[in-house]
């Protein structure tokens, strides 16, 4: 669906907006809830075990990582606690900086990062 923004109002745009976040969270809890009907409170990864007020650390992850497969028998979901979530998410992101750190010849140690130093590659793979 196209929207024209310069003919939308400030009001409608916010109506949109509004009701956008509100389908997307009427969705997570959808599927967070059944995923915590099915799996035993336990985050995959570290083994930690969560109960009480401790519930809401606890995260479902999406294995394929698309959050509208979610089938009703949860073979997509994994729960996860929100530091192990983080780490799931961010461990592509990281594996990336190493690639790009080797190739780096200055030899100087430092911990900096350039967030454009694959941007070229990138780029290549678009088009």
Known sequence: MAIDRKKMTDEKRSQLVADMRSAEKQRQ??????????FPHVCGRCGRDFEGQKIRELTVH?????H???????????????????HEH???????RSEVGSTNQQGDGSLSHSPFAALAK????TE
């Open 62 to 66: 999406h294995i394929d990582h698309n």
């Open 122 to 125: 990138r780029l290549k793979q």
């Open 90 to 96: 961010t461990r592509g992101v990281q594996e990336e």
């Open 68 to 86: 509208d497969n979610n089938p009703p028998d949860g073979s997509n979901w994994e729960l996860l606690c929100v530091y192990c979530h983080d």
């Open 29 to 38: 809890s959808g599927y967070r809830e059944q995923a915590l009907k099915l």
